[in-house]
């Protein structure tokens, strides 16, 4: 259980984000959550709904540092630390390279890598000074390869994520910081120009599950850290190279 610990999720309007933001919750975390419009308060209103409390909700840009900085400080001063930081927040742009725009490289950029970085950075000090803390980012299995077809934006910023974290990982280990990925293959969401429950994804991971590996990580004992953990569909072709 994750009685009394505080963790932020970015990214939890819906989809992965919000399952995550669910699963903790009710494993007794208090929670701060985000998201880019709106949606993210009805989140907060349907998990205190079903009985969860401390939840706080923050419609914030995870690309634009002020708003990140006050996210992390608004959390630490209303719940008293922050214990756990969930990295979920990102887009999926699925086009061929000469269809990509330079606003679209950009952007992507900006939210799947900037905002990483910038949720991270922020959250160190308070976990410094505690001596313990837990980062853990929903990266994707494209980080380790590369998507055949319409996919080399994306596959990008992953790739970028899973070496920024790699390298946080070692820096901050001294100071008692786990520091970990998770690399999800095909979870039906509505991520890019996907739609969730659509024909020919049945078989794929739920959003529900992905959650679950976040609070196997975050549960995991103090003095163990699980560097990365991957995981699909039993239906989906991968390479084990």
């Known amino acids: 259980m994750l009685n009394g610990q505080v963790a932020i999720v970015t990214g939890a309007s819906r989809g992965i984000g919000k399952a995550i933001a669910r699963e903790l919750a009710k494993n007794g975390a208090k929670l701060a959550i985000t998201g880019s419009s709106d949606e993210v308060h009805r989140t907060k209103r349907e998990l205190e709904e079903e009985g969860c409390q401390d939840i706080f909700s923050f419609r914030a840009d995870v690309t634009k540092e002020i708003e990140v900085d006050q996210v992390v400080q608004a959390t630490r001063t209303s719940l008293g630390s922050v214990d756990i930081l969930v990295n ?9 390279v000469e269809d990509i725009t330079v606003e679209e490289w950009r952007k992507t950029f900006e939210v ?6 910038l949720f991270t950075k922020a959250v160190i000090p308070i976990m410094k000074r505690q001596q313990s803390g837990t980062i853990i980012t929903i990266s994707s299995d494209v980080a380790r390869y590369s998507l055949a077809d319409k996919g080399s934006l994306y596959t990008a910023t992953k790739y970028a994520v899973q070496g920024f974290i790699g390298s946080v990982a070692q820096e901050l280990q001294q100071d008692g910081i786990r520091v970990s990925t998770i690399n999800p293959g095909l979870v039906d969401t509505n991520l890019s120009d996907t739609k969730k429950d659509a024909a020919g994804k049945k078989d794929w991971l739920k959003a529900e599950e992905v959650a679950e590996a976040v609070r196997y990580m975050a549960e995991a004992p103090k003095h163990m850290v699980i560097d990365e953990m991957y995981v699909h569909p039993l239906c989906q072709e991968y390479p084990r190279t």
């Open 88 to 96: 979920n927040a990102g887009v999926g742009v699925s086009k061929k």
């Open 112 to 117: 799947n890598v900037q905002g990483v970085f």
